[in-house]
């Protein structure tokens, strides 16, 4: 088997067996509908599905469920574009469609030709630098040089960083260390309106969190600011947050959490500036205490940085009553 053989296989199959990753540990008792949504794609088009079937008080407040999946556009990956502009949006994608079914499949990463769209060829999956155990138990960060003390360091060790001065959020994990490979996936995704990638990100974050995503109630995006939304037309995060629903079969809350300042670019700020520039600039919307009351949600973001904006994100979710907040993100940039 040559190497670029073995690299589509080890891609593929994950994208055969989409459950692999949760099915040893799935509690299914918890909820009964999640192995369907597992197998079934148009099972997030159901309003019945974005119901948190273990979120407290559900029952008392039947019209909950559309308030998870509220303005309407969950069946499409583009659910969170700018509510101005629908129409263009939805014929640029309509016309990558298009494109997609036309031009040979392209590598996401290096645009060199791969068997089926979607997918990394060989040679960047090896340069994409998975993030694999030993990681800190918080953060997420590889250990590197460590052996753990029972044998399963993953479960046993935080770094130094976060023994010292843990983040609000209880555990972060990211598919890729943020190389250039992990870059140029993000960037295409955030900017290019490259949605082709969409399914592979949604099982290798399915993958990178499967060890919470057991027993999370709900998947909730980091949000764009308004003014945001309308020039980008749509929020990567909120689209990574519907891939991995899809795969997980946990229902995600687009619109859970809303950025009420429209913050300048983290990137180039220091920790402490990052921290000051995101400090109450996310609160949750009326219509989402039910939903996260005492529940586990999953935050999902496109790159965790400092984490300044995942703690300020979990300030606002646990205010609103979230009892615990695991973040998944497509890279994590830093070393412990
Ligand atoms: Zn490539
Ligand atoms: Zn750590």
Redesign the pocket.
């Given at each position: 088997m040559s190497e670029t053989d073995a690299g589509a296989v080890l891609l593929r199959s994950g994208a055969e067996r989409p459950d692999k990753s949760m099915a040893p540990t799935a509690p299914g008792a918890e909820r009964p509908d999640k192995s369907m949504a597992l197998t079934a794609p148009g099972a997030a088009e159901r309003p019945d599905k974005s119901m948190a079937p273990t979120a407290p008080g559900a029952a008392e407040r039947p019209d909950k469920s559309m308030a998870l999946t509220a303005p309407g556009a969950a069946e499409r990956p583009d659910k969170s574009m700018a509510p101005t502009a629908p129409g263009t949006v939805r014929l640029r994608a309509l016309g990558r469609w298009g494109l997609d079914l036309l031009l040979p499949a392209q590598c996401l990463g290096c645009r060199a030709l791969v068997g089926e769209p979607g997918r990394l060829c060989s040679g960047c999956f090896a340069q994409a630098h998975l993030l694999a155990p030993p990681l800190?138990r918080?953060?997420g960060?590889p250990l590197a040089g460590l052996t753990g003390i029972s044998g399963k360091p993953e479960l046993d060790l935080?770094?130094g960083?976060?023994l010292s001065d843990p983040p609000d959020y209880e555990r972060a994990r990211a598919v890729f260390a943020f190389g250039d490979v992990a870059k140029r996936l993000v960037h295409d995704l955030k900017y290019h309106d490259r949605m082709e990638g969409r399914a592979s990100f949604g099982e290798w974050l399915a993958r990178a969190g499967a060890e919470f995503l057991v027993s999370a109630n709900l998947i909730v995006p980091v949000p764009l600011h308004y003014f945001r939304l309308v020039r980008r037309r749509y929020n990567q995060a909120a689209i990574l947050a519907r891939a991995v629903s899809e795969i997980s079969g946990v229902p995600s809350a687009p619109l859970a959490l809303k950025r009420v300042r429209d913050t300048k670019s983290q990137t180039g700020l220091s920790a402490e500036a990052r921290a000051r520039n995101v400090k109450g600039a996310f609160t949750v919307r009326k219509g989402f205490a039910g939903p996260l009351k005492d529940a586990h949600i999953v935050l999902v973001d496109d790159v965790l940085t400092t984490g300044a904006t995942a703690e300020a994100c979990t300030r606002a979710l646990k205010k609103a009553g979230a009892r615990e907040v695991s973040v998944l993100t497509l890279a994590r940039v830093g070393e412990?």
């Open positions: 800190c918080v953060c960060l935080a770094c960083r976060c412990p």
